[in-house]
Nanobody, 121 residues
Framework: QVQLVESGGGLAQAGGSLRLSCAASTRTFSDYAMGWFRQAPGKEREFVAGIVFNGRTTDYADSVKGRFAISRDNTKNTGYLQMNNLKPEDTAVYYC??????????????WGRGTQVTVSS
């Protein structure tokens, strides 16, 4: 399995921006599609965005389209989630995962421990 470590979370004001990073332990990171999920208190984990191994195809949840951008740098074994125009409803723990770029969490085989994002109004 791939070990994943998220970073970049924190407190932001509504309308602000944050960039999350997902550092992978493997040198074969470029072999894996990856995705970002989030889980708010009392809610199920939900898909946010996904990207294929070479970055050429991405997918987004409707709730973040036009505001969030997923990317990756395979030379650094790192994935990113740029979050702009943040809203209070974006508050959640954000997780990165490898194994797919689709919205079904069952397709993913490795998960990070998450990073907290809190958006104040």
């Amino acid at each position: 399995q791939v070990q994943l470590v998220e970073s970049g979370g924190g407190l932001a004001q509504a309308g602000g921006s944050l960039r999350l990073s997902c550092a992978a332990s493997t040198r074969t990171f470029s072999d894996y599609a990856m995705g970002w999920f989030r889980q708010a208190p009392g809610k199920e984990r939900e898909f946010v965005a996904g990207i294929v191994f070479n970055g050429r195809t991405t997918d987004y949840a409707d709730s973040v389209k036009g505001r969030f951008a997923i990317s990756r740098d395979n030379t650094k074994n790192t994935g990113y989630l740029q979050m702009n125009n943040l809203k209070p409803e974006d508050t959640a723990v954000y997780y990165c995962a490898t194994g797919s770029y689709r919205s079904d969490p069952r397709l993913y085989t490795s998960w990070g421990r998450g990073t907290q994002v809190t958006v104040s109004s």
